[in-house]
């Protein structure tokens, strides 16, 4: 008896010994943080850079967005990032620029049966509506339209009816279409994508660019987020981690639904990535795997802008859709706005007029840009 109780007894130590050095369940918590995504795109040429990097922050995102021009052409390098990204516990979205692969379009038909919940969407494109602001069009130069409703017009038609967003939107399963833009967030969704990165980055303001994704996806019933960009355009690119935690906290408290990091070009194994950015993002993923007593900034104010009123608003001098300079319009809007910042952020969002969509019943207090804003 003596015999069989020390046995039992040696077995449950066993046992207790066995889950004591289990490693912890990386999988279960990173689909759990607080409902939130968070990650770093993957932007390099290579499976094995790629391996490198999900090796590198399994343990603290679960989210890998797949960014890659050579990648996104390259049938077998796709499927194989994706398997291992998926098989380390991470959800993927992978970008296409266009689609003029052969493999492309049935790719788009097999990608949810082959990852499941783990494929999120498609990143399509980069900034298109905020590069109207800063690129010379040769079609718009050479055929400009005459007023802001033909542009608006023109540019959310243009998205949904030519190849590319218009593809993943009429495949037998839709696929959710995911970019990123620095302005015009606004026409962003309507021209048919369910979610939009705000970059931050740059001299931005990080709280009206906030105000302006936020608003325009609440408002149009969308998905807003956030991609820490550069803040410098050569070495070391990226801010310090301590603004890069900043910055995620930032996106974090006020609603981001999926927050990562932009990380390119390669100047180390990783990419652009650093130390004091991988510990940034392991401090962020603790905090929100942790906290318990989290609420995001909810707005209850509302600034509302003209119909179709492209301007980037990043400066007084900023352009109209890139078409036109500042307007009669421009000083008002723009003092609105800052007396709204001022005022009520981080609880203010700013929209657009807009019949097709209601701003009433979701906001308590709104103000109209040729008001005063108290």
């Known amino acids: 008896m003596r015999r069989l109780l ?8 066993a046992f207790f010994l066995v889950l004591l050095l289990q490693p912890p369940n990386w999988a279960s918590q990173r689909t759990t943080a607080g409902g939130v995504y968070v990650g770093v795109t993957f932007s390099l ?5 790629a391996n490198l990097l999900v090796d590198r922050v399994k343990h603290y995102t679960n989210l890998l967005i797949v960014d890659s021009g050579p990648v996104s052409k390259n049938e077998t390098a796709l499927n194989d990032i994706c398997d291992y990204a998926v098989g380390a516990g991470l959800s993927v979205i992978v970008y296409f620029g266009k689609f ?17 919940d783990k494929f999120l969407g498609i990143y399509f494109y980069d900034e298109p509506a905020g590069s109207l602001l800063d690129t010379e069009d040769e079609f718009l ?38 970019t990123s833009d620095y302005a015009l967030y606004w026409f962003d969704y309507l ?10 980055g740059w001299n931005h303001t990080r709280i009206q660019d906030i105000a302006l994704v936020r608003g325009a996806a609440k408002v149009q019933n969308k998905t807003w987020s956030a991609i820490i960009t550069w803040t410098y355009d050569a070495l070391p690119y990226l801010d310090s ?33 650093q130390e004091e950015h991988f510990l940034a993002l392991e401090r962020f993923w603790n905090r929100i795997t942790t906290e318990t007593d989290y609420a995001s900034h909810e707005a209850q104010t509302a600034l509302v802008l003209p119909r179709n009123y492209g301007w980037g608003m990043r400066n007084p001098n900023d352009t109209i859709w890139g078409l036109w300079g500042p307007d009669e319009k421009s000083t008002q809007v723009w003092n609105a706005t800052r007396t709204l910042l001022t005022s009520y952020a981080p609880n203010a969002d700013i929209v657009y007029d807009d019949a097709r969509f209601s701003v009433e019943d979701k906001y308590s207090t709104i103000y109209y840009w040729n008001s005063t804003v108290q």
């Not at 590319?164 to 995911?178: C, D, S």
């Not at 021209?191 to 970059?199: E, K, N, R, S, T």
Request: a negative charge; aromatic letters at 14%; zero cysteines.
């Open 6 to 13: 020390l046995t039992l007894l040696v077995l449950l130590l």
């Open 241 to 273: 981690g301590e603004r890069l935690y900043d910055d995620m906290v930032l996106a974090y408290e006020n609603g981001a639904k999926y927050i990562s990091v932009f990380n390119y070009p390669k100047i180390n194994d990783f990419g652009i990535l």
């Open 45 to 49: 040429n290579t499976t094995s850079e």
């Open 141 to 178: 130069n050479s055929n400009p339209p005459k007023t802001y409703d033909e542009m608006a017009d023109l540019f959310t038609s243009s998205w949904q009816t030519m190849p590319g967003l218009h593809t993943m939107k009429t495949r037998p399963a839709p696929l959710p279409a995911f």
């Open 191 to 200: 021209a048919g994508y369910d979610v939009v990165f705000a970059q931050f």
């Open 100 to 116: 003029d692969q052969s493999w492309q379009i049935p790719w788009l038909d097999t990608a949810k049966q082959q990852w499941g």
